[in-house]
């Protein structure tokens, strides 16, 4: 039986989604703003099955805390797995062209 995962998007996550919108609606628009939104949305609840199987970013997990990421076109869900707890946490959304050392600072 495939376990399933609580999914709990943290306030930086939040925000950082809500300034991905923002951006949009002032450069593009807000048909494409909610559109990207819904999508990040989307991939978000799918981490509720197998979030493991998702890619872990070595540059800044640690021992004890492993960092994966799920994409979303060029948009990255970074997040860590809770096993004990069945949860999944969603630390931050960002745009896949962003400097990774931003990444590295964020975390470290």
């Given at each position: 039986m495939v376990k399933t995962y609580?999914?709990?998007?943290?306030?930086?996550?939040?925000?950082?989604?809500?300034?991905?919108?923002?951006?949009?609606?002032?450069?593009a628009s807000d048909k494409v703003a909610k559109k990207v939104r819904k999508n990040v949305m989307e991939a978000v609840k799918k981490l509720s099955v197998m979030p493991n199987a998702h890619e872990k970013i070595e540059a800044i997990s640690t021992e004890q805390i492993?960092?994966?990421?799920?994409?979303?076109?060029?948009?990255?869900?970074?997040?860590?797995?809770?096993?004990?707890e069945l949860r999944v946490l969603v630390v931050d959304i960002d745009h896949g062209a962003e400097d990774p050392q931003k990444l590295i600072d964020k975390f470290s």
């Amino acid at each position: 039986m495939v376990k399933t995962y609580r999914v709990v998007l943290l306030p930086q996550a939040r925000e950082s989604l809500k300034q991905i919108s923002a951006y949009l609606r002032r450069t593009a628009s807000d048909k494409v703003a909610k559109k990207v939104r819904k999508n990040v949305m989307e991939a978000v609840k799918k981490l509720s099955v197998m979030p493991n199987a998702h890619e872990k970013i070595e540059a800044i997990s640690t021992e004890q805390i492993v960092y994966r990421r799920a994409l979303q076109w060029s948009y990255r869900i970074i997040f860590t797995v809770e096993e004990e707890e069945l949860r999944v946490l969603v630390v931050d959304i960002d745009h896949g062209a962003e400097d990774p050392q931003k990444l590295i600072d964020k975390f470290s």
